[in-house]
């Protein structure tokens, strides 16, 4: 699709939320002409050590809400996240709303399905999801207009939510100084990374761009918002001028380089059950798998 449905006369309001154990950044993005809202990329605390759940970022959240009087229409992860859980079905439980990802996402169910030996019983078919989205679908937020950028490359499923002039980029890239997403997890690829990248940053260069990751660079102080034009001119690994082979040698030379993210485990096994946890064991309790020599 190349003739995006682009209202750029349309400014959401968009609110961040940073998770510090996590490096995470939730959005809320309102219609400012109505108390309606849509939420993305939510998280829910998870200790590794005790293996232990806390909903205290998730209630950041639902607590902003309730106190801007607003409405959810949907709840919404860019993709399968690798770093941090999911916390949708509890936002969907406390202020509802439709849980949607990118239609891709069966890829990675069946990737990580096969990784972590899941039974016939884990569906690998999205239905944990009550939207599954397409390139170029739409749908609305209040009188907001949004659509959907499919932009594979980090994983599968990975996709950009464009809503008036501000996109939600997920991890396809990050603030210009601090590059893009890698592309070695399962299901990745460099070179469909580094176009999906190009097809984002062909959107006008004035589009605001809110990232989902930031780690202060430098010890720069934590930012989220960039746009189109900053990114064209400043990212230190896909400014303008930089070709697809540069980008690939890069980018596989530097994941090389990288370790797993340290809730990886954890947080496929949740995140592709919609955020929900494994069902309970025999004795009621339910648990999580570490696969090993297979990340």
Not at 30 to 53: H, I
Not at 169 to 193: H, K, N, Q
Not at 226 to 231: D, F, L, M, P
Not at 236 to 243: F, N, P, T
Request: aromatic share 8%; glycine share 10%.
């Amino acid at each position: 699709m190349t003739d995006w449905p682009i209202h750029l006369e349309q400014k959401p309001i968009v609110k961040g939320f940073f998770d510090p154990a996590t490096n995470t950044i939730s959005y809320c993005v309102q219609d400012p002409e109505s108390k309606t809202c849509a939420l993305y990329d939510s998280v829910l605390d998870f200790d590794f050590a005790s293996g232990r759940t806390s909903k205290k970022s998730a209630d950041e959240l639902i607590a902003y809400v309730k106190e801007q009087g607003l409405t959810v229409e949907w709840i919404i992860e860019t993709h399968v996240h690798a770093d941090h859980l999911s916390a949708a079905p509890y936002l969907q439980e406390q202020l509802g709303g439709k849980l949607g990802i990118g239609a891709r996402v069966i890829e990675v169910q069946d990737i990580f399905g096969k990784i972590f030996n899941e039974g016939t019983e884990f569906q690998r078919d999205g239905s944990q999801f009550d939207a599954l989205f397409e390139e170029g679908d739409t749908y609305k937020i209040g009188g907001l207009d949004a659509f959907v950028m499919a932009t594979p490359g980090h994983t599968p499923a990975c996709m950009c939510h464009v809503i008036g002039d501000s996109i939600i980029v997920g991890d396809t890239l990050f603030m210009p100084d601090g590059g893009s997403a890698r592309a070695d997890f399962p299901g990745g690829d460099a070179r469909e990374l580094y176009q999906s990248i190009r097809k984002v940053l062909s959107l006008p260069q004035s589009m605001r761009m809110f990232i989902c990751h930031d780690y202060g660079p430098g010890g720069r102080e934590i930012a989220w918002e960039t746009t189109v034009g900053q990114q064209r001119a400043e990212n230190i690994h896909v400014k303008d001028g930089v070709d697809e082979e540069a980008y690939v040698k890069m980018r596989t030379e530097r994941d090389a380089q990288l370790a797993m993210p340290k809730l990886i485990i954890p947080s496929v096994q949740v995140n592709m059950r919609a955020g929900d946890l494994p069902e309970p064991d025999s004795d009621g309790k339910r648990y999580l798998k570490v696969p090993v020599d297979e990340l």
